[in-house]
C-alpha cells in the first residue's frame, strides 16, 4: 500500500470544516481512486476553542499557520484563510521554501500574486492547486487547463458571484431595491456583513484575473480588471429590461479582441432567452469560446461549504495521484504580459435610462448629443407624464464605441432638463 498523502489545513472556517467532513466520509472513494489515503495530519485555526460541529482531536494543532507549514508532518497544505497578503501569503511562500504543495482557495491572493507564486512553487518543484478559487463547486479551473488544453480559447465568461446573482433575482422578481434585498440577504445569511467585496464586483474581478491567466496564458493583470458592481442597479432598470427582453446579470468577461485582452466585470444586458440568463439566484455559471470545442457551458454552485470542499478535494486527488500540471496551463515563465484592451476602445450596444423633466425639446437636445458623437439609437421609450416629477426616457442603441458614448452621455448628464446622472448598462451580444 502507497503511503498515505497527508495533509495540514489551515483555516477552519466554512470550507475547511466542509474538507474535514468530506475527507472523513469519502475515505474509501478516495483511496480506491488514489490507490493511497488522504489524511489530515495537522490543522490550523484563529480560535482553538471555538465550537465546531468536527472532531479535530486526532489532528496537532498549531496557533500559528506559518509555523505549521514549516514543521507540520505534511506534504500538502491547505490554505483556507483568505486574504491577498497576511498568513495566507506567508504560510503559501513558507510551504513552497519547505518543498510542501499548496492547495488554496484563495482567489485575492491570486489576483494579485499569483504569476509570482506561480514561480516560486515551480522553483521548488510543487505545486499550487486552486481548483477552489473560482467558482466553487465548478470544476473550471481543470475544464480551462485541462480539458480545453488543445483549444485557442476567444472567451471566457460568466456569472462568477454568487451573492449579486441572488441580489439581482431577488430585486427581479420581487421589485424591491437594491439596499432592500441586500439587507434582507445579510439577515439570512446570504450576503457578508461587509458586503462591498461581493456587491462592488471585486470578488468577480479576482476569479476573473484568475480565468484570463489560465486562459490566455498571460501573466495575471487585477489593476487591467475594469469593475463596476451591481449598487446602482435599480428595480425601474430590471423590469425595462425585461420589457426590452433582456435580463440583467452581473458578468465578468475576459475576451480576445484585436487589441489586446478585455477584462471586465460590470451588469450586463442580456438576452433573457439564452441559458445564461436563466442561472439565477446563487448559482454561477462558465462560458468558455474555444476555437475546436466550440463553447462550452458549466454551472453549478460557486459558493458554499460542501460545493467549495469538493473543489480543494479534487486539488488534493491530483497530488496524491502524483498529477502535476503548470500552475496557469503554462510555466510561470512562459506567462505572456497581458496585452489591455482599453474600456473606451470596447465596442457594443448601449442601454440608457434618463430621468428627464417633461417638457418639448428634450428628446431633440438628446439626440443631437447622440448625433454629435455618431451613436446611432436603436430604440427609444418613453412613458407617464408628470409636470412635476421626473419621468424615465430609455434609450437602446447599435453598436457603437464607448468612448462616443461616454462623450455624449457626459453632455447628456449636463442638459438642464436631465435631472438625474444618467444610467449606463452594457448590451452584451453573448
Ligand atoms: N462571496 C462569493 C459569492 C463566494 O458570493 O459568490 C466566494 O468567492
Redesign the pocket.
Known amino acids: 500500500m502507497n503511503p498515505p498523502l497527508k495533509i495540514a489545513v489551515a483555516g477552519l472556517g466554512t470550507v475547511g470544516a466542509g474538507l474535514v467532513k468530506l475527507l472523513a466520509s469519502q475515505a474509501a472513494l478516495l483511496e480506491a481512486r488514489c490507490g493511497r489515503r488522504l489524511v489530515i495530519t495537522a490543522v490550523s485555526a484563529r480560535d482553538r476553542h471555538k465550537k465546531r460541529d468536527v472532531d479535530l482531536s486526532g489532528f496537532a494543532w498549531y496557533d500559528d499557520p506559518v509555523e505549521m507549514a514549516k514543521s507540520a508532518d505534511a506534504e500538502a497544505i491547505v490554505e483556507l484563510i483568505g486574504g491577498a497578503n497576511g498568513p495566507a501569503k506567508a504560510l503559501t511562500e513558507a510551504a513552497f521554501v519547505k518543498g510542501r504543495h499548496v492547495v488554496t482557495a484563495n482567489?485575492a491572493m491570486l489576483a494579485h500574486h499569483g504569476a509570482t507564486l506561480a514561480a516560486a512553487a515551480e522553483g521548488a518543484g510543487v505545486t499550487l492547486g486552486y481548483e477552489a478559487a473560482v467558482a466553487?463547486g465548478i470544476p473550471i479551473v481543470k475544464a480551462l487547463r485541462e480539458g480545453l488544453a488543445g483549444n485557442k480559447i476567444e472567451r471566457v465568461y460568466g456569472i462568477?458571484?454568487?451573492?449579486?446573482?441572488?441580489i439581482l433575482t431577488v430585486m427581479r422578481e420581487s421589485g424591491k431595491s437594491f439596499e432592500d434585498v441586500l439587507a434582507d440577504a445579510q439577515k439570512k445569511g446570504y450576503?457578508?456583513a461587509d458586503p462591498s467585496?461581493?456587491v462592488d464586483g471585486v470578488?468577480a474581478a479576482h476569479?476573473l484575473a484568475v480565468l484570463t491567466s489560465l486562459a490566455f496564458g498571460t501573466a495575471m493583470d487585477f489593476e487591467a480588471v475594469s469593475v463596476a458592481g451591481i449598487r446602482n442597479v435599480s428595480p425601474m432598470d430590471l423590469e425595462y429590461a425585461g420589457e426590452l427582453g433582456f435580463r440583467i446579470k452581473l458578468l465578468a468577461i475576459g475576451r480576445r479582441t484585436p487589441r489586446g485582452i478585455e477584462q471586465r466585470v460590470h451588469p450586463c444586458m442580456i438576452p433573457a432567452g439564452i441559458p445564461l440568463a436563466r442561472v439565477d439566484g446563487?448559482f454561477?455559471a462558465v462560458m468558455v469560446d474555444g476555437d475546436f470545442a466550440g463553447n462550452t457551458v458549466y454551472v453549478g454552485r460557486?459558493?458554499g461549504q460542501f460545493p467549495?470542499a469538493s473543489a480543494v478535494a479534487s486539488d488534493l486527488v491530483d497530488l496524491a495521484r502524483g498529477v502535476r500540471s503548470p500552475v496557469f496551463g503554462v510555466p510561470a515563465g512562459k506567462l505572456a504580459k497581458l496585452v489591455v484592451s482599453p474600456m473606451a476602445e470596447h465596442r457594443g450596444r448601449y442601454y440608457i435610462r434618463l430621468m428627464v423633466r417633461d417638457q418639448p425639446g428634450v428628446i431633440a437636445d438628446v439626440s443631437a448629443a447622440l448625433r454629435d458623437e455618431r451613436v446611432s439609437l436603436e430604440s427609444m421609450l418613453q412613458r407617464g407624464r408628470s409636470k412635476t416629477k421626473a419621468v424615465p426616457v430609455v434609450l437602446t442603441t447599435h453598436e457603437t464605441v464607448e468612448a462616443a458614448m461616454l462623450r455624449a452621455l457626459d453632455r447628456i448628464g449636463r442638459l438642464e432638463a436631465v435631472l438625474e446622472p444618467p444610467c449606463m448598462i452594457r448590451i452584451e451580444e453573448l
Open positions: 482567489k466553487g462568477l458571484n454568487g451573492t449579486c446573482n441572488y450576503a457578508e467585496l461581493d470578488d476569479k446563487v454561477n460557486g459558493a467549495t
